[in-house]
T-cell receptor, first 115, second 114 residues
Framework: EAQVTQNPRYLITVTGKKLTVTCSQN?????MSWYRQDPGLGLRQIYY???????DKGDVPEGYKVSRKEKRNFPLILESPSPNQTSLYFC??????????????FGPGTRLTVT | GDSVTQMEGPVTLSEEAFLTINCTYT??????LFWYVQYPGEGLQLLLK?????DKGSNKGFEATYRKETTSFHLEKGSVQVSDSAVYFC?????????????FGSGTRLQVQP
């Protein structure tokens, strides 16, 4: 089954304790991305990756890091989490562009609470 | 910059009622437009898309037409079911950029009562 998986699904942590949220896709997609979802704001892109070892900032990258060492994995790293990073996080991967159209596939989400 | 505005929810309807969720956008160039649906506890799923003006996207009884003159992409369904209860997101994306970021509206929660 084609899917994007994220772990953990739920995480409660304390300010300053480094954490990693993993993301993996089994569709051989080159493109992967992280979004955060906050009430009233929709989803905003944090970072994206167009291929292995190629990453770039999205709209809200402050306080986050990513890496792309393998095509299937795209972990999101919070080196010193703060309460304003409490949010619902989604990983997404994208099919190749076909005639200028692509579809993004989303993972189930990770709900992070930083106290 | 790009932006998407959706009608605020929740929208509460009875089963078999007609649904419209309004979506308008501001963007440079010629974006593609999408509707995503999020069921409780799940990630977002693409519901339908349209890539150019006057295109109509459709899926599972839902429809939306890309109206460039009114910069709108309203979602409609003729007869909703309880199983349609979810949060619906309108989004736009520029296909000609590598970033492929989607700009989302804030979402509209639909509640369908039996």
């Amino acid at each position: 089954e084609a899917q994007v998986t994220q772990n953990p699904r739920y995480l409660i942590t304390v300010t300053g304790k480094k954490l990693t949220v993993t993301c993996s896709q089994n569709m051989n997609h080159e493109y992967m991305s992280w979004y955060r979802q906050d009430p009233g704001l929709g989803l905003r892109q944090i970072y994206y990756s167009m291929n292995v070892e190629v990453t770039d900032k999205g709209d809200v990258p402050e306080g986050y890091k990513v890496s792309r060492k393998e095509k299937r994995n795209f972990p999101l790293i919070l080196e010193s989490p703060s309460p304003n990073q409490t949010s619902l996080y989604f990983c997404a991967s994208s099919s190749p562009t076909l005639g200028g159209v692509y579809e993004q596939y989303f993972g189930p989400g990770t709900r992070l609470t930083v106290t | 910059g790009d932006s998407v505005t959706q009608m605020e929810g929740p929208v509460t309807l009875s089963e078999e009622a007609f649904l419209t969720i309004n979506c308008t956008y501001t963007a440079t160039g010629y974006p593609s437009l999408f509707w995503y649906v999020q069921y409780p506890g799940e990630g977002l799923q693409l519901l339908l898309k349209a890539t150019k003006a006057d295109d109509k996207g459709s899926n599972k009884g839902f429809e939306a037409t890309y109206r460039k003159e009114t910069t709108s992409f309203h979602l409609e369904k003729g007869s909703v079911q309880v199983s349609d209860s979810a949060v619906y997101f309108c989004a736009l994306g520029h296909m000609d950029t590598g970033r492929r970021a989607l700009t989302f509206g804030s979402g509209t929660r639909l509640q369908v009562q039996p």
